[in-house]
């Protein structure tokens, strides 16, 4: 009798004289075993398990970005309607632990069920497993008598290595190895796509995605503390400048801008870093900057030299390996439509990516296409621009950079010497 893996994984004793397996997505390629003894069943089993636990040949999830899941194929999957999205996200917010039915519910229909909600729940879940099982993960989501929870790893759960490489980085700077520390941020950093389960709204959402958006914000900073000591300033004020448009209340990364400005030089400009947030503050909550931002400002107008780089660090080669510029705003979470006009984008740099040419028998890039989006002021044409630069980040490896030209604001536009 042939057995699939799902089967002899579920079998606690294995009697049968005659068991094979194919498992298609090893770490070494398909696996084919073939066996003619219990014992020989029992031991299929068990790389079942060993191949199962590994990782390998899982479905992938991602919840930093919009939701995504990815068979072992690497195929990406299209994961139904606004129902089965949200079950999944929740699912996924609670990787590891049991999602009772009355909180999918409360998910799906924010506090105002109707009275059979508990049924088309389970019915939700029902459809979200098979779409798995059909991309070759039949048992991803499992059934418990509290509700249901759905089965991740390190690996199989972008917010999971994230979490990873996070307290990877933490122990190395409590190591001493700010540069290790710094590349491991970076790299826990790059899988970030733009807000946590962009798309997906609710009270359940909203909260979970806010939590998890607040840790990057915080990778973020304490990442840029260590390119600071380690003399990267001049390498992570575009960097600065990105992360203080995207959360302009924030002393912090406004503190590490006017450091990295005055290490480069640019004493005024780091003044001036100080009195936007010094009105901003002022404006949006009748505050004041807080004392260690105060105690900066005045520092840098008496060129302390407290600020300066430690001996032995500036001009050393010592910095973290480089790092592509992320300067995107961040992606509004809510966007919709505009179907037809992220698809001629796609077409666009689709066709500018097969412009490759020979030359002396290499291959160079073809020539450098550049689009405009044109429209009024107020139809969404930067909220379209950034929500599709960030679907297309991954397709430039070397950084993404950002200019508002302030073509419809009251004041001057950008210069090009502002740029």
Known sequence: MKHTDQYIGSQPGINDRDVSIDYPYSATGPVHWRGNTPSTGLALAALVTEVRSSGVGRMKFRILGSLEAEAATGERLVLGGPSEQKVLAVLLLNAGHVVPVTRLVDALWDGDPPATASKQAQNTVGRLRRLLARNGDPDAV??????????????????????AKVAQAQDAALAGKVADAATLLGSALDLWRGPALAGLSGPIIDAAAGAWDERRCAAQETYCDHRLALGDHR?????????????????????????????????????????AIRGRLGDDLGLDPGPELQRLHQQILTRDSALDLPQGIAGQAVSAEPVSPRQLPAATRHFTGRASELKQLDELLNQAAGADVLVGGDSRPGPVVTTAIGGTAGLGKTALAVHWAHRAAERFPDGQLYVNLRGSSRTSGTTPAGM
């Open 235 to 275: 390498q992570i004020v575009s960097d600065l400048l990105a992360l203080v448009s995207a959360h302009p209340l924030r002393e912090r990364p406004v503190a590490q801008l006017m450091l990295a400005l005055y290490r480069c030089g640019r004493q005024p400009d780091a003044l001036r870093a100080y009195q």
């Open 142 to 163: 499992l059934t418990e008598s509290a509700g249901y929870w759905i089965r991740t790893d390190g690996t199989t759960l972008d917010a999971r290595l994230f979490e």
